[in-house]
């Protein structure tokens, strides 16, 4: 009896990673598609979390609407799409992207790294839905058909590519009186290539991946200032992993930040230097207050701003800010974010 109990646990014991193995689909946007970067990063992850015990099938989608609607309508468990489209399911992490918030990728690996540690999942969390990882997608960037667009105040009556469901990029249009051309992620590149409009903002990829380059021309080209730092955001139905599995999903993805940088930073020198506008350091300095105020009114939705910001989020990148730059301005104010 005792011989027959001991080889049933045994057994049990031997099929125990099988029964507790999990699979999952996930729907990805890539502007390329299945040959992207983003694609080939999430094939990696998937393959990183098989070791964990979960197997994700990916499936490829060049539009991002289709993408989250197709996760929203149940057809994926996971969705990959930038923080701009996964906002909606944790406000928190939607706000890395705050306009002008992160200046650094220095400054952006320290707040990726504070979240993918185990006291900050309680954060990952909000209503029915957990972020399982979040890899940098670069540097938001203007990208201007004329050279002599190079502040603020030329932006004045521009015409830019905005997207219609990035609030907080309407609002910042319309705060530097430009005119919003309502976009998606599938027409801004072309209506900047062929005149329709004179600015938009993207990350480097975008320069050859949509071809930039050719809205860009012989007059134009792209102010080396970050608006913003893109991520891309994996978000699940809470009750795919359990809270041990869902930070291990969160480890593997900030494991695979050098790569993703890596891939960040190739787009980037992809472009040529004479491409590059280059912005004094004292305008910097005034730039970077009226990024702030703004994000102040998107904090409290005042001065016409929706409220779209986490404050808890924006503490933080002001405190990732100010321990890089401890002489800002920004670290003594009163009104602090």
């Known amino acids: 009896m005792f011989r027959k109990t001991t080889a049933a646990l045994l057994m049990t014991m031997a ?88 200046p650094t990728y220095d400054n952006l690996k320290t707040v990726l790294a504070t979240l993918a540690q185990p006291k900050a999942a309680k954060f990952m969390k909000e209503g029915d839905y957990e972020v399982l990882g979040i890899a940098p997608a670069g540097a938001g960037y203007l990208f201007v058909n004329d050279r002599s667009i190079d502040t603020a105040g030329e932006l004045a009556g521009k015409r830019m590519a905005t997207l219609d469901y990035q609030k907080d990029a309407i609002h910042m249009v319309n705060y530097v009186k430009a005119t919003v051309v309502p976009s998606d992620i599938t027409n801004f590149a072309g209506k900047f290539n062929n005149g329709s409009v004179d600015t938009a903002y993207a990350p480097a990829f975008a320069y050859e991946a949509l071809e930039l380059y050719k809205g860009v021309g012989d007059d134009g080209g792209i102010v080396d200032y970050p608006l913003a730092q893109l991520t891309v955001q994996m978000v699940a139905r809470d009750e795919l992993l359990n809270d041990d599995e869902a930070q291990q999903a969160r480890e593997v993805a900030w494991a695979m930040y050098p790569q993703a940088m890596a891939l960040v930073k190739r787009s980037e020198k992809n472009i040529p230097d004479d491409q590059w506008i280059n912005i004094p350091d004292e305008d910097i300095q005034g730039y970077q207050e009226m990024f702030r105020e703004n994000r102040l009114e998107l904090r409290d939705g005042k001065n016409g701003a929706p409220s779209v910001y986490d404050p808890k989020m924006l503490h933080l990148l002001s405190k990732v800010r100010c321990a890089s730059n401890p002489g800002a301005s920004e670290c003594t104010a009163g009104n602090r974010e």
């Open 15 to 102: 099929v125990a990673p099988m029964a507790q193995a999990k699979s999952a689909s996930m729907c990805v946007f890539d502007v390329i598609g299945a040959n992207g970067d983003v694609y080939n990063l999430m094939k990696d992850y998937a393959l990183e979390m098989k070791g964990h015990g979960l197997d994700i099938q990916l499936k490829p989608y060049t539009d991002e609407g289709v993408a989250l609607g197709d996760f929203q309508s149940g057809q994926c468990d996971i969705l990959a799409a930038t923080d701009l489209r996964t906002r909606r399911f944790n406000r928190f992490t939607g706000s890395i992207s705050a306009v002008g918030a992160i």
